[in-house]
């Protein structure tokens, strides 16, 4: 792959791509604008699974279900990125049969809590994209030789 071509990924190779993590960040809208949540995941047929406790991400979904997801990786053999998007509609599970097929889905939160809600993001739309990562070299600009703001 040549550095300067960015390469779109296919709908099966970005499903492989979900399919190799289970943590990603999750896009919901509150009152004051948009907000992105790290999350664990797992792949249930064609939908993501997460599991949450009580707080933002439930309460945004439940007043508007419309939802981003995004991940991203590296192989650091190639230094090829990749990135995929997935875009839906959230949904809580709460019926007790469909709960019961969702309990044996393995997603497991990494942060300590009660996380007693299950949702389950139906994709719409999955894209992605595949880049060589070049040197820094390759993209200067006359901005490069600004010396950095000094950190605190």
């Not at 797992?42 to 599991?51: F, G």
């Not at 990125?81 to 007790?96: D, Q």
């Not at 009660?114 to 070049?134: C, M, P, S, Y």
Request: net charge negative; proline share 6%; glycine share 6%.
């Amino acid at each position: 792959m040549s550095a300067e071509l960015t390469q779109i990924l296919d709908v099966d190779d970005c499903w492989d791509h979900l399919r190799s993590t289970t943590v990603g960040r999750l896009a919901v809208l509150v009152e004051e604008g948009p907000e992105i949540f790290p999350i664990n995941y797992a792949i249930e047929h064609s939908a993501l699974m997460i599991r949450t406790g009580d707080g933002t991400k439930v309460d945004a979904i439940r007043a508007n279900p419309r939802v981003a997801f995004e991940i991203d990786g590296l192989d650091a053999e190639t230094d090829t990125a990749w990135s995929v998007v997935v875009k839906g509609t959230a949904k809580e599970v709460t019926a007790p049969e469909d709960l019961q097929e969702t309990i044996s889905v393995d997603v497991a939160p990494w942060q300590s809590g009660t996380k007693n809600h299950f949702i389950r993001i139906l994709a719409e739309e999955v894209t992605g994209r595949r880049f060589q990562v070049t040197e820094p070299s390759t993209w200067e600009s006359p901005f490069s030789q600004v010396s950095p703001a000094p950190r605190e």
